[in-house]
């Protein structure tokens, strides 16, 4: 019986101890996945920004580290970089590895209060737009699908920041919210085929496209331009995720929303020409360069067509949100 009980004591201890180890090792585990989430460790997606902040000069390139994450200045890693993303994305591979490299390291990170985003494109060659691309859209307004791509364009000094104010302007009282999908080309191309699309594509971006309906649909002979283009009407942002970050753009929740409240609400499936489609069309007239940025169009929910009518008035906040991109939010004043 002693000898029995002596066995019993010892397997109990020797239990007691391996659970202590095992414990222990899951301490330790959450402790290395904890460590993971530490801010200065940056998210694997490669999110470019432009950015200012007070103690630096001009705009700067950065990596902004995850969704709604602090940034990191791409231009104090390395000196040697552009300071605009046109130029950075003009240079392609050379200047995207090095992004690749400051992405790996552990570098200090920019607070996200400490920094003012710009538009993570600002003066491009050209912004195509392109109208009744949603089939949910298309239905909204008892229209048929296009066969064929609408173009417009706005012109690139309606490009404001992921964050700056949405001006009315006096000439027009039926200014409407309209979220996007924008993609950035990052490598020049003229008549692109569609299976060679995507290697001209830097990456996805939010855009609002902003639209005095008034001059859309009844003013200027009903051409589209003037109502699209006025200044501030680009929001784009917050940061140029690169495709190989997205999983599938043309699968992506889409949503705005206006002083919080649901106005728009789809999935960018619905969209009638994808991204390869588009660029092979619009690359028969115009020779893409890097930088470019195209808007594919909105889905349901735009306040010309609700009953009755509804504007964008002086205050209102508008939230333009697409899955994994990020929220642009941009008050009405």
Known sequence: MMALGSSVSWILRFSLQALMLVSGRRRLLT??????????????????????????????????????????????????????MTQFLEQGEATLSVARRALAAQLPVLPRSEVTFLAPVTRPDKVVCVGMNYVDHCKEQNVPVPKEPIIFSKFASSIVGPYDEVVLPPESQE?????????????????IKATDAMAHVAGFTVAHDVSARDWQMRRNGKQWLLGKTFDTFCPLGPALVTKDSVADPHNLKICC??????????????????????????????????????????????????????????????????EELGVIINKVV
């Open 175 to 191: 200014v409407d919210w309209e979220v996007e999908l924008a993609v950035v080309i990052g490598k020049k191309g003229k008549h």
């Open 31 to 84: 402790a290395l996945l904890q460590a993971q989430k530490w801010p200065f460790q940056p998210s694997r997606d490669m999110r470019l920004v432009q950015f200012q902040a007070p103690h630096l000069v001009g705009p700067h390139l950065g990596l902004e580290t995850g969704n709604g994450g602090g940034v990191i200045n791409l231009n104090a890693f390395d000196p040697t970089l552009p300071k605009t």
């Open 257 to 322: 929303r206006v002083n919080g409240e649901v106005v728009q609400s789809s999935n960018t499936n619905q969209m009638v020409f994808k991204t390869e489609d588009l660029i092979a069309w619009v690359s028969q007239f115009v020779t893409f360069y890097p930088g470019d940025v195209i808007l594919t169009g909105t889905p349901p929910g735009v306040g010309v067509f609700r009953k009755p009518p509804v504007f964008l008035k002086k205050g209102d906040e508008v939230q333009c949100e697409i």
